[in-house]
């Protein structure tokens, strides 16, 4: 029936393949079909042929972050954040930014969510061409990830990397999820602990999958010299998952959200 579809996007044959394209969407590169075009399947039309087509991709969303901090004795951390974002992570960061009032209030957007931050500095790369990834370096100071407590320091490692609701909130799902594209979110943290402290308290390192890979989370810190070194990677390599997956892939973000949630604890030697 032709009122079944709402859209036309457009098909080139290239070296044997069919790019699909969709113009609409000026922040998006060529290659990279929107987000509400990846649902499914497209009935493709032209003087030769007419065929239905799947409406796939071969990008994900990939975001990476890497945290450079130093732990003071007040409980409060400074350093540096360096976040590079590509493909469907950076058309999202990328579209937020160009559509705040300026690039201070982006980044005060990025912190909304603290009620203390002093920002030094930031620096953005390729912020407007879209055929890069979207950068930026943001050189900041907080006490709302750590605190002090007599003799101890308490510190939230994962900082505003951290995913602190899980997405799935319903009790049942009758229906697909579709996240339409992979997705790897990766934060790696570098934390210079505070002359005359040592570590009380860490957390577990933990590896969680979720059937044959389709999805996995890892989460891996240790100590080295005056140094705590922390890794997480959430990776979502299938991007459609059936209902009735819904109650396991809940609980493995459940998991990550407890895992995120985990402190540090430092005592004063």
Not at 8 to 31: F, M, Q, R, S, T
Not at 187 to 213: C, Q, S
């Amino acid at each position: 029936f032709y009122d079944q579809f709402n859209h036309v996007i457009a098909a080139v044959n290239l070296g044997g393949e069919k790019l699909l394209l969709d113009a609409l969407k000026n922040l998006n590169p060529y290659n990279l079909l929107p987000y509400n075009n990846l649902n499914g399947e497209g009935f493709l039309v032209s003087k030769e042929e007419f065929e239905w087509i799947p409406l796939t991709t071969k990008k994900k969303h990939n975001h990476s972050c890497i945290g450079k901090f130093a732990l003071s004795s007040d409980g409060s951390i400074n350093g540096t954040l360096q976040v590079s974002d590509k493909d469907y992570a950076a058309f999202s960061s990328r579209k937020d930014y160009v559509y705040a009032d300026s690039e201070k209030d982006y980044v005060a957007e990025l912190f909304e969510d603290l009620s203390d931050i002093t920002i030094e500095s930031s620096t953005f790369e390729s912020a407007k061409d879209i055929y890069q990834p979207f950068k930026y370096t943001i050189d900041l100071s907080t006490t709302d990830y750590s605190s002090s407590v007599n003799d101890y320091l308490y510190v939230n490692p994962m900082l505003m990397e951290g995913r602190k609701e899980n997405p799935f909130k319903m009790e049942t799902r009758t229906y697909p999820i579709d996240y339409a594209y992979p997705l790897s979110e990766n934060f790696i943290l570098t934390l210079a602990i505070p002359d005359g402290y040592g570590v009380e308290a860490l957390p577990e390192n933990e590896v969680i999958r979720f059937g044959e890979k389709e999805a996995e989370f890892k989460y891996t810190i240790a100590v080295k010299e005056n140094e705590i070194q922390l890794i997480s990677k959430v990776k979502i390599n299938t991007p459609t998952f059936s209902a009735d997956k819904y109650d396991d892939l809940k609980q493995f973000y459940n998991l990550i959200v407890a895992k995120h949630a985990e402190q540090i604890v430092l005592k004063k030697l």
